[in-house]
């Protein structure tokens, strides 16, 4: 019985379970990136909790979103604005639509103990993005902390560590 | 051709409309680079940044490389980043601290200011060769000087002083420090590097337009007018809707409410725009008001008064720098090509100021200066756009008119617009770019490479 399976007969709510395999991470990444090469964001915005936080930090190590600035920071209230303009037709930064092709690799669970109330799933990702004229080449680090909630996993939080975050760049739309 | 772009630059611009070429044309872009950033204060950074001796960091004046070093006795150096010998980068960290600078090709060294302390194998280099001569060094940027711990830098040694220079808009730089309790800021909290494809102007040229947001900004403004204020959010959203609703302003808010301010030189400000109880200066917000107390207690009551009703918008100082006085908030603008452009925007911390006041600074340069910003992304589409407009054979003249019957007299030696969706602040400009560029008031070309006699 996976863990997911588990906590869905437990019927307990909203409540890490330990024992999360990495396969079962490893296809929730995956299909988290699909949802956003599809452009169907407001799918992924339902992947994360109620109390979620988005982070993509602007310098290798930082060490928190709150005293450095970030390339992005949003808390539930601002990462639902941002998919609500992400659907609107006035969003001229959007306008052609950027494609996007994203790799999620190397997954691995960094910590799992019994006593934290989420996992900590580590993986390496390469996204491709290509809007008018150009093609942008990203790539990584995705620290997800997974929650079980409801029988499914949830995002509590991510964070995205670009290789190149600290580095001249174009505005940022879709999200990594 | 570079002699018929020279003859015919000050034709481009007239009263109320610009020529398209002013924005791709590269044989005009090497003239700004030399003429505009050759001969303006071009600012470089903060004080704060080389606090201690031997604190440096690297920046560009108009694409060229340059290192602003504190050196053992605590004088501020601008050098050329270039080895007198070969020509290579000496200094290739951004920032950092040292005793001395070296080149890595053949070990050069050269003391803090540039001077040459030791070359290696100095025998057989003919009779001439004099490593106490002035030219082998780290060169000098010809003018370093500072206000209030602005650095700023002129590769001409004629012209006004910084300070003569600047004029009226010392108020906005006194405005950034004077708003810290203990009378001192810092660079703090990292730095956003944003680009984009267009042309260097275009970026001063919307920091005051305040007939855009309402527009351009129209998915922002609607996305957060819709959120709901009942989920979660630990800081940064409660600030971003702030902002991004207060963008939906209707015309007739900047028609009313808004002024613009313009000076010699090319500088203006967008003035009145917040009140109190928007944004991170919210009267309701405890730390604000703690914040309050202690500028009070520092200031006195009549003082933080005065401070607190300096309410401006952007301030931007003419070709390279753009702030936000109440804000802490401060854009660099490096020209890179004609058709691109990097910006680095750095947070200042005010001292004395409660340290959960910085958070709400650093949620505030997310939403307005952050690349992925869901404001400022939008700006940089347009700049992108106009790059991509005027490549084709449309509209030869921009217009820059607008309000332009409607300027009057400022007491402080500007002018000002009748409100603020008056594109006096662009003329402003431009009037200064004649300035530099024209033939009155111009700097000469710089010397031409002559044959050197065997």
């Known amino acids: ?176 | 051709m570079r002699h018929e772009v020279h003859e015919n630059v000050v034709s481009l611009v007239k009263p109320g409309s610009v020529h398209r070429r002013l924005y791709d044309d590269p044989e005009i872009f090497d003239l700004e680079l030399e003429r505009i950033f050759g001969s303006a204060w071009i600012y470089v950074g903060h004080e704060s940044q080389v606090r201690n001796p031997g604190d440096y960091f690297c920046t560009q004046v108009g694409g060229k490389p340059v290192v602003v070093v504190r050196g053992p006795d605590g004088a501020l150096h601008v050098l050329h980043n270039q080895c007198a010998h070969r020509g290579a980068m000496v200094v290739a960290l951004n920032k950092g601290r040292t005793d001395e600078f070296q080149c890595c090709y053949h070990g050069w060294t050269y003391h803090l200011d540039g001077r040459l302390k030791a070359v290696p194998l100095q025998h057989g280099y003919p009779p001439g060769f004099d490593t106490k001569s002035r030219s082998m060094a780290m060169l000098h940027v010809a003018r370093v000087s500072s206000y209030r711990g602005f650095i700023f830098v002129n590769q001409s040694v004629k012209g006004p002083a910084l300070e003569e220079w600047l004029g009226y808009m010392t108020t906005s730089l006194d405005d950034m420090v004077d708003r810290a309790p203990d009378g001192k800021i810092e660079v703090a909290g990292g730095v956003f590097k944003h680009t984009y494809n267009g042309n260097w102007k275009l970026y001063l040229e919307n920091l005051c337009d305040a007939a855009h947001p309402w527009f351009t900004h129209r998915s922002s403004i609607d996305a957060a007018l819709q959120q709901s204020d009942d989920v979660f959010t630990d800081g940064a959203g409660e600030i971003a809707m702030r902002q991004m609703r207060q963008n939906g302003a209707p015309y007739s808010f900047w028609e009313s409410q808004v002024g613009i301010w313009t000076y010699p030189n090319g500088h203006s400000f967008l003035g009145d725009y917040h009140d109190d109880k928007k944004l991170i200066a919210a009267l309701n917000d405890p730390i604000f008001r703690d914040y309050i107390d202690a500028m009070e207690k520092k200031k006195g009551k009549d003082e933080t008064k005065r401070i607190m009703e300096v309410r401006r918008w952007n301030s931007n100082v003419y070709p390279n720098l753009s702030f936000m006085s109440q804000f802490q908030q401060l854009r660099v603008i490096q020209p890179i090509a004609v058709n691109r452009t990097l910006v680095c925007t750095y947070s200042f911390k005010l001292s004395g100021a409660p340290e959960r006041m910085f958070h709400n600074t650093i949620r505030f340069a997310n939403v307005v200066n952050g690349t992925g910003s869901l404001v400022l992304t939008d700006d940089l589409e347009i700049y992108n756009r106009i790059s991509l407009g005027i490549s084709s054979e449309g509209a030869e003249w921009l217009q820059i008119g607008r309000g332009y019957e409607s300027d009057v007299p400022d007491e402080h030696g500007g002018r000002r617009g009748k409100n603020s969706t008056s594109e006096i602040y662009i003329r402003n400009m431009f009037d200064a770019w004649l300035g530099y560029m024209g033939v009155v008031g111009a700097q000469p070309l710089r010397a031409r490479v002559e044959s050197v006699p065997a």
């Not at chain 1, 996976?2 to 709510?13: F, H, P």
């Not at chain 1, 982070?55 to 709150?66: F, G, K, R, Y």
């Not at chain 1, 990203?138 to 580095?167: E, M, P």
């Open chain 1, 1 to 176: 019985m996976s863990a997911i399976q588990q906590a869905a007969v437990l019927g307990d709510g909203t409540r890490a379970v330990k024992g999360l395999d990495v396969r079962e991470c490893e296809l929730f990444l995956q299909h988290e990136a699909r949802l956003l090469d599809e452009g169907k964001f407001n799918d992924w915005l339902a992947l994360f909790t109620a109390d979620a936080r988005y982070w993509v930090p602007s310098e290798p190590d930082q060490a928190n979103p709150l005293d450095t600035v970030s390339l992005i920071y949003d808390d539930r209230q601002l990462l639902e604005t941002r998919v609500r303009r992400l659907a609107s037709p006035r969003i001229y930064s959007q306008e052609p639509r950027s494609r996007t092709s994203r790799i999620v690799a190397n997954v691995s669970i960094e910590e799992d103990a019994d006593n934290a109330s989420t996992t900590l799933v580590r993986s390496k990702f390469v996204l491709i993005e290509f809007r008018r004229n150009e093609q942008r080449l990203f790539g990584g680090t995705y620290f997800h902390q997974l929650i079980v909630s409801s029988g499914a996993l949830r995002i509590a939080s991510k964070r995205v560590d670009l290789v190149n975050c600290d580095g001249p760049m174009d505005g940022i739309v879709v999200p990594f």
